[in-house]
């Protein structure tokens, strides 16, 4: 299959007689008609460009199209009007070598040198973030941004302020609001960029200090005390918010220190919180 299809390309290459509009028989050489690709790097997800680079005009009144081959095709890939073809979209789809022919009125040139393509595919790159929307981070917080490591490559972190970093993996200090929003990690292999998918970053503000007092300093058993917030206007009432109540650094459900050994029972009212004492 191979020989047949170089056969069929090097046939094409005689066929180098072509008339004008005047209906002139113009001789187009083997030489005539230079193919180059204008990339030099063909990745996946872009554009390669085909393009004549010889001659660099033509005569005005010539009416010429441009066939464009692949070694092993019969018919062309494409016809153009200008001396260019342009593949969107790159995939391994595309590989292969390229020629074209031109024609002028029915006439057709020889066929042009060749140019062949390979498209270096892009590579799955792991990314994450430690302030996701339901793991979100709070302000003051150290925010990180992790993503795969690779041979000879060069990184970029993309986010909602543009570029901040080019590191593989990368922290956000003193994190606040305005950091909140989407993260691409783009990584350049051999020319070629590959680009993750997007992870999330959401910092909540920390509320305000809460001041608390107690209504009843000394209570005694079967007495009831009430400890309460004294700024709660300061909060947003609108807000998920959670009340944790704490006693010697740790959450309470049984009291020590103060009130050891006596068992708490909470009824929380907005942002109070009533206890009430049994033996």
């Keep these: 299959d191979d020989t047949a299809a170089f056969n069929e390309f090097y046939k094409r290459r005689k066929r180098d007689m072509a008339k004008d509009l005047d209906g002139n028989m113009v001789f187009l050489a083997e030489s005539s008609w230079t193919l180059k690709m204008a990339q ?29 081959y692949t070694i092993g095709r019969s018919t062309p890939i494409s016809s153009t009007v200008a001396p260019t073809l342009d593949l969107l979209n790159l995939s391994e789809e595309n590989n292969g070598d390229y020629y074209v022919e031109v024609n002028l009125v029915g006439c057709v040139s020889a066929a042009s040198n060749v140019q062949s393509i390979e498209v270096q595919p892009t590579i799955p790159i792991s990314v994450s973030s430690s302030a996701e929307l339901d793991n979100p981070a709070c302000a003051g917080d150290l925010v990180m941004l992790t993503g795969s490591l690779f041979t000879n490559a060069t990184y970029e972190w993309y986010g909602p302020n543009g570029l901040i970093s080019n590191e593989p993996s990368t922290s956000l200090r003193n994190a606040t609001s305005a950091i909140d929003g989407q993260y691409q990690l783009v990584v350049t292999v051999d020319d070629c960029p590959s680009t993750s998918n997007a992870v999330t970053v959401k910092v909540n503000e920390r509320p305000t200090t809460p001041v608390i007092e107690l209504d009843n300093t000394e209570p005694c058993t079967g007495e009831n005390a009430k400890i309460s917030v004294t700024n709660a206007g300061s909060f947003d009432p609108n807000s998920d918010l959670k009340v944790d109540w704490f006693n010697a650094n740790a959450p309470i459900l049984k009291v020590t220190g103060v009130f050891a050994g006596v068992f708490m029972l909470f009824a929380i009212i907005g942002l109070a919180i009533k206890i009430c004492l049994s033996s």
């Excluded at 990745?43 to 464009?68: M, Q």
Aim: charged share 30%; glycine share 4%.
């Design 40 to 68: 030099e790097k063909q990745c996946e997800g872009e554009t390669a460009t085909l393009k004549i680079i010889e001659p660099v005009s033509y005569p005005e009144n010539s009416t010429l199209r441009f066939d464009w």
